[in-house]
Structures are given as structure tokens and as C-alpha cells.
T-cell receptor, first 111, second 112 residues
Framework: SQQGEEDPQALSIQEGENATMNCSYK?????LQWYRQNSGRGLVHLIL?????REKHSGRLRVTLDTSKKSSSLLITASRAADTASYFC???????????FGQGTTLQVKP | KAGVTQTPRYLIKTRGQQVTLSCSPI?????VSWYQQTPGQGLQFLFE???????NKGNFPGRFSGRQFSNSRSEMNVSTLELGDSALYLC???????????FGPGTRLTVT
């Protein structure tokens, strides 16, 4: 399988704490995207980081990419109960729009 | 701008029937991709279309087919439905092939 691995599979934290999720992948990529999904609904696009970028920020989100280790991390700072969701990383290999998803990290933020 | 829309949102079919799902991309987006999500297999790529041409196809049987129209709207068809086809089918659109993909709410298909 070309799917990535996400770690941890589940994460439970208190409101206000930071949450870090990691993603590893197998093939060389053009970009890596992070998504959020609430209760089996549609995926919400969070951030895209290209293979020539090392770090990207968007609001309370910080994404890093290490192409030498084929890994990425998503940091959510000052988490809120509304951040409770599943988070997926998806890689786009080569010149294609085909996204390969990891199994996701389920994040629970307790109020 | 309106987001990606998918119709219908929910569908119940019986084994052996066929189904057609529809996706309207964000205005101006020419690339449309389809994904299947199940609890066991997770999110799996089905098809990718750009300017009415299928650029990529995932590892699914020939019962799964799709197409894209000149207005970038896309449809996917599943023939001879099996119980294992029960899933959330998600459509995503992007401006170009390697850009951010924005997903619709999905069509939840239940096969009985």
C-alpha cells in the first residue's frame, strides 16, 4: 500500500493544550495536504505545503515537512473543543492530483 | 463562491442495482477527483479528471466508472452494486492538478 502512516491514531487533550500529529509517507511527493473531518462528513482543507517548503502557518496551525525523512507534522496550538475531529494527511505524488491519505488521527479536545 | 456540491446526499440501493452520483465543482475549477471512504479501507482514490479527460484511475473494478462534462461537472457510476460498495463517496475539485483540493459533503451510499 502507498498509504501514509499517522501517529498517534488517537489523541485526547484538554482545551488550551497543544496537539501534535505526525504523518509519514513512502513515495516522493509534490505536495502534502492536511484535512479535518467531523463525524464522517466532508473533508475540510486545512493547509497545503509543497515539497520545497519546510514550514507553513495558518492561524493556530503549524505544519512542517521533512522530505528527507518523508514526514510531516501538524501542530494545533491552544486547542478548543471545536477542534475535536479526525485529521488526515494526504500526499500528492508526481504530476498528479491523486491524493493518498493516511488513516488519520482522531483528536478529542475536552472542555 | 459556492463550495463543491454533491447530489444526492444519501442513497439506499439494493444489490445488483446501479447508481449515479453527481458532483459540481467550485466555479472555475477544472480538476475533479473522486474518493471512497469506508471504515475498513479509509479514504481511497477512485478517479481524477481534468478538462473532460480521465488522468488517473484508482485500483477499483470496472464496475466503477466516471466522466467529466465540458462545464467541469462530474458524475460517477457504479453498476451491479455489492454490499461492499456501501461507503461515503467524496468529490473534490481544484483549480489545477497540483493545487489544494476542496471536498464536497459527500454522498452516503448504503447497499442492502
Amino acid at each position: 500500500s502507498q498509504q501514509g502512516e499517522e501517529d498517534p491514531q488517537a489523541l485526547s487533550i484538554q482545551e488550551g493544550e497543544n496537539a501534535t500529529m505526525n504523518c509519514s509517507y513512502k513515495t516522493s511527493i509534490n505536495n502534502l495536504q492536511w484535512y479535518r473531518q467531523n463525524s464522517g462528513r466532508g473533508l475540510v482543507h486545512l493547509i497545503l505545503i509543497r515539497s520545497n517548503e519546510r514550514e507553513k502557518h495558518s492561524g493556530r496551525l503549524r505544519v512542517t515537512l521533512d522530505t528527507s525523512k518523508k514526514s510531516s507534522s501538524l501542530l494545533i496550538t491552544a486547542s478548543r473543543a471545536a477542534d475535536t475531529a479526525s485529521y488526515f494527511c494526504a500526499t500528492a505524488p508526481g504530476n498528479t492530483g491523486k491524493l493518498i491519505f493516511g488513516q488519520g488521527t482522531t483528536l478529542q479536545v475536552k472542555p | 463562491k459556492a463550495g463543491v456540491t454533491q447530489t444526492p446526499r444519501y442513497l439506499i440501493k439494493t444489490r445488483g442495482q446501479q447508481v449515479t452520483l453527481s458532483c459540481s465543482p467550485i466555479s472555475g475549477h477544472r480538476s475533479v477527483s473522486w474518493y471512497q471512504q469506508t471504515p475498513g479501507q479509509g479514504l481511497q482514490f477512485l478517479f481524477e479528471y481534468f478538462s473532460e479527460t480521465q488522468r488517473n484511475k484508482g485500483n477499483f473494478p470496472g464496475r466503477f466508472s466516471g466522466r467529466q462534462f465540458s462545464n467541469s461537472r462530474s458524475e460517477m457510476n457504479v453498476s451491479t452494486l455489492e454490499l461492499g460498495d456501501s461507503a461515503l463517496y467524496l468529490c473534490a475539485s481544484s483549480l489545477a492538478v497540483r493545487d489544494e483540493q476542496y471536498f464536497g459533503p459527500g454522498t452516503r451510499l448504503t447497499v442492502t
